[in-house]
């Protein structure tokens, strides 16, 4: 693609003066019925860099969508797309100029193809004909297959991005019952040494799981089983410093 690229650049360069110097009424017209000829070869020849581009597209879809691989894509699909983006517009291109040949064009800069006596009387001459089926058929089907292409692939990021119950990190909530201490007081006339009895209800420790993947091996289950024992021997010094 960068080839043509490189080809249809140039091509444009020198087109508005190779138009032929006889007929044309355009300034800077030096060039003639031959260098007309062959700009208009060489502009048919670089559409190639439009079906290129359509096939770019196509690879992106199966790469990114269907997930192919590059060298399977290099040995069994890369081929033809050459041969297609290549021989397409090449072998219109030597039909052009054996059937209706190529002259300068009113609207645009250069030479192409050009309406003949033909086109006056009927509406689908040779030129008409020629002109749908060599650019406006091609140009048309790679516009549409870009946009289709280019929207399967964002539909399938965002399908791809979008998080699932598998995708939902493990996450999970320790509670725990509130500490209670009940203090019975004694008489008032009990010694004043006397410790007041006091009830402390053990803390239990809960694991509670709101995550939606289940661990799959048993070291993760270990590691969170150690986690809640740790929490659960905080707990009792916390029970204890409250005596």
């Known amino acids: 693609m960068s080839v043509y690229d490189i080809i249809s650049s140039l091509n444009w360069s020198v087109a ?12 800077l017209s030096i060039g003639n019925k031959t260098t007309c000829n062959i700009v208009g070869f060489v502009n048919q020849i670089s559409h190639a860099t439009m079906i290129y581009q359509g096939m ?8 990114a969508r269907y997930g192919f691989s590059n060298a399977y894509i290099a040995r069994k699909i890369e081929p033809w797309m050459h041969i ?18 190529f002259g300068e064009v009113t609207m645009g800069v250069g030479c192409w193809l050009i309406g003949t006596d033909e086109c006056e009387t009927e509406t689908l ?16 089907s790679v516009i549409i297959s870009l946009i ?11 399908k791809q991005m979008r998080p699932t119950p598998h995708s939902i990190s493990k996450s999970f909530t320790l509670s ?42 048993e070291r993760s289950a270990d590691i969170m089983t150690g986690s809640v024992n740790s929490t659960a021997n905080i707990n009792k010094d ?3 410093r409250l005596r």
């Open 16 to 27: 508005a003066f190779l138009r032929p110097q006889e007929t044309s009424l355009r300034m």
């Open 56 to 63: 770019l597209g196509a690879y992106f879809l199966l790469t």
């Open 84 to 101: 297609v983006s290549i021989v397409y517009p090449l072998s219109f291109a030597i039909v052009q100029s054996v059937l209706a040949g």
């Open 125 to 140: 001459c040779t030129t008409r004909i020629l002109s749908w089926v060599s650019y406006a058929i091609p140009l048309v």
């Open 148 to 158: 289709v292409n280019n929207t399967i692939i964002l539909l399938h990021a965002r």
């Open 176 to 217: 725990s019952p509130v500490h209670s201490v009940d203090h019975d007081d004694d008489d008032d006339d009990s010694d004043n040494d006397s410790d007041d009895s006091s009830t402390t209800t053990q803390p239990e420790s809960k694991y509670v799981f709101t995550g939606k993947e289940d661990y799959k091996d």
């Open 238 to 240: 916390q029970a204890r």
